[in-house]
């Protein structure tokens, strides 16, 4: 009715950490129940030593992929409160010697180079067109080249039926009242991905996150 957000969600949990801590363990609810299915889809080559977790807060898609793949180490990039849930499930999955953390700012950490995939998971949603581009030129930056770049997020005109679609436009309506966020189509970030150089672009939805859809590219 004001047209003015009552607050931005993120700042606002961020300053409560009981609240940040209930909203990461809702988060690891769905990596734990999509989690198997994310690593088997995106279907990394078994030579891949390199894996970088933008704004990866719980980690627990990083330990899966590292699980799965023996020869993987991983980079969780996130703030400090992020930083801690995953260094909490690192030691829960006694990988301290794979997985590292990396407390930053995403705009201003260097991502470092040669990367064999990075996860922008839950992440473009927070972005315009503008920002986007700028998040995926940094990706295929640190990436080598044949790397991969990996985006979770809702998807508009990437999955089937009405409900589906339905809970799509809630999130959307959530994202922009409470954090300035928005929902993108998928011809929107085919573009991006072309611009910023990617290629062999592949769209996945996915049955254990309704209204989540994988976005696989590779570096040409």
Known sequence: QTGERPYDFYEWAASRPELYRAYQQQMMMSAHNAGADVVRKVNLPEQAKSLLDVGGAHGLYSLLFCQQHPNLH???LDSH????????NIAQYQMQDRVKTVVG????TDW???????????????????GNIDLLQRAAA????????????????????????????LIAWQYYLL?????????E???????TGFQDIRFIGLSKLPGNSLVIAVKA
Do not use: Y
């Open 74 to 76: 991983a980079t969780i």
């Open 81 to 88: 409160a992020g930083a801690q849930m995953a260094q909490e």
């Open 105 to 108: 700012d995403l705009w201003q």
């Open 112 to 130: 470092g180079d040669g990367h064999d995939v990075i996860l922008l998971f839950n992440l473009i949603h927070h972005f315009g067109a503008e």
């Open 142 to 169: 640190a990436l080598k080249p044949g790397g991969r770049v990996v985006i979770l997020d809702q998807i508009v005109g990437n999955v089937m039926g009405q409900a589906t679609n339905a809970l799509i436009r």
């Open 179 to 187: 954090a300035d966020g928005r929902v993108h189509e998928r011809d």
């Open 189 to 195: 970030i085919k573009s991006w991905l072309v611009q």
